[in-house]
């Protein structure tokens, strides 16, 4: 460590009593996290280009954050004046206290890498050069295994974080920006990718339903063992008994119909299942339906009570999602006072803030939350009665934490309390950012297609959700596909028609449109999608739904560029696919031939409109020979190849 490294003076500032930021050198954000503790980011200390490497440690979780020490003669007076145009604009913006947080480390981050392994830049020549450096940096830790490897969310975040940073600092405007840095896409993730189907959803919530039922009604009737349902399986009379994985025990006629335990030798047979030895039966009875029962009964609060509370939280907290389609973070930041019990099942029952959207947002849901959210609110009472620590005392969702103290229930919460118990064996977990897209699934389903209804209910734009949750699973998507063709004309080619000429196709050109997998789309208000002008009934109805039918649709448009011709052509292969793995040469021609043939004339039209198409679809053809096609229909010609394979005879939907 260099001698010259020195602590310096330093001023925090509160994220929510923001301050003018005079002297962003000494500056540490403060800020509160979703669970009530504190924060603390030393981000001025990228100020200075000689500082110690490590920027914070904790000696003990429980102590105050320790800033890392800098080398005044370093400070930079250039820096100063970039990040304070920086913080001043992000901390205007109205961000959540941990978007905040998250904006600043990865800020920091980039400034570790321009100081440590970069050129310590001081002019925007020099901060661009290490931003490249950066991205080539972070695209290698992307194609690595195991701790020190970024997926593509991690990767975009950073250099997103990067890139604005710069742009902030030096005024740029986003014109100007493009000329130095051009924006980083990643097309590998998408919102509405997912590993969970709607099944996987379903047996999801009717075992956090179940399970929240069972514990909350011990909790507040008293009753242990606890009573519980097992997922995938028929029989009753199981009963939980502690935190551990050998807690759920068969104990079938061990009570009286009071509930009370029946003696010993009455018993003991069942016990044998479990204990071979007596002594460990005598054990198991003594310890948990004598000791372990009356301490349930007698005392206010015990470990099992805190886990079985935290248990329901846990499993509300997925019903409430379920229920609602609720984003994640306005839902954990719900107050109780915000609950209106009477509108629950008829209209908005409740309100709040989304900071990402900047707008307030509406919760809506089905009668048959109110009984849960009732029973709920009665835990809630039962757990303020106990006198525990705490200030998060007006928050819906707060779990009881070490050392008897009462916290707010955060993401990382829905982990750490099933990791240990098998109460959830043999049902697949379904994340947050599943369940909204399932949501959204379902809406989209029952609803057909009626995108401005679902964007109601997600409380989202119709851009947002024609984007980002209108797709569905990939099974589901290839029955589906096959589903939709079948409905398509039952004449040949040009029978859908009123006449022998051309249908036109909009151009990006022409229109402001959005990108979807079929190429793009010009239907950016609130219109039902309708037939382009010259198709007739027999043609398909568009639906928003079914990216196949957008071929057919008024709204329908083409980009003039590789990325929309290269959808088309893969679209072409994946109907391709299909029609070879059924293997139906009446189908093909009757079903799949009016789709193709619309794909063919969308390209000779758009080669009509701009010779330069020619190019583009030569190389858009070079890829489909090599198999290169679109990421989102290469998913289903992925799963049409594997279906046919596992059944040896061809895909029959």
Known sequence: MSNSFTDRQLI??????????????????????????TFKIDIGRVCYTNREEDSGRFRHKLEHYITGRVDKSTLSIERIEWLKTYLEEILQKGWRDETVRSRLHRLRSFFNFCDFKGSKPLTLNNLVSNYKYYQIHLYQRSHLSGKKSLNAVTLYAKLDTARNF???????????????????????????????????????????????????????????????????????????????????????????????????????SVLSDYYDNEEYQKTFYQNTLIKHRNQWINEKLDNKKSYAYNL???????????????????TLDLKISDLNLENLGLSTFAEKHKYRAGRQIEFTASPQLKRYLIKFLRLREWVEGLGLNENCREYLFVRIGEHRKLKRFSRESTS?????SN????????????????????????SKGNLS??????????????KSYTSIDLESQAIEMNQYHEKISTQILRSNRTNQQFISIKTSREYHTEKIP???????SDHIPVKAKGFNNEAPSPS?????????????????????????????????????IRNDSEHRLIVIEPSLYRIDEIINIVQEKDSRVIELVNDAKQKINMQIYNEYWNKHIDFLTIASQSNGKGLSL
């Open 12 to 37: 925090e500032v509160s994220i929510s009593q923001l301050e003018d930021i005079t002297h962003p050198q000494y500056t540490v954000i403060v800020g509160i996290s979703s669970d009530g503790t």
């Open 166 to 268: 710069i742009k902030t600092a030096f005024g740029l405007s986003d014109t100007e920006m493009l000329k130095i840095i051009p924006i980083h896409r990643y097309t590998k993730y998408s919102r509405a990718d997912r590993e969970s189907s709607l099944d996987d959803f379903r047996k999801y919530i009717q075992t956090c339903i179940a399970h929240f039922n069972d514990f909350s009604d011990a909790i507040l009737d008293n009753i242990y063992p606890v009573p519980i349902t097992m997922p995938n399986s028929l029989d009753n009379d199981y009963y939980w008994d502690s935190t551990h994985n050998s807690g759920v025990k068969k104990l079938t006629n061990c009570f009286s119909s009071k509930g009370e335990p029946l003696p010993f030798d009455d018993i003991k």
């Open 312 to 330: 329901c939280v846990h499993c509300f907290y997925y019903i409430y999602l379920a229920f609602t389609a609720a984003n994640v973070q306005p």
């Open 416 to 420: 750490s309390t099933t990791k240990n």
């Open 423 to 446: 109460l959830f064996n043999g049902v697949k977990k379904v994340s947050a950012r599943d369940i909204r897209n399932l949501c959204a699934e379902y809406f989209i389903k029952h």
């Open 453 to 466: 209804l679902v964007a109601r209910k997600m409380n989202n734009s119709l851009t947002t959700v024609a």
């Open 518 to 524: 079929a190429g793009s789309c010009s239907n950016l």
């Open 544 to 580: 928003c739904a079914t990216f196949e039918s957008c071929l057919f649709c008024e709204f329908f448009a083409v980009h003039i560029d590789f990325e929309d011709i290269h959808k088309l052509l893969s679209l072409k292969e994946a109907l391709l696919k299909s029609s070879e």
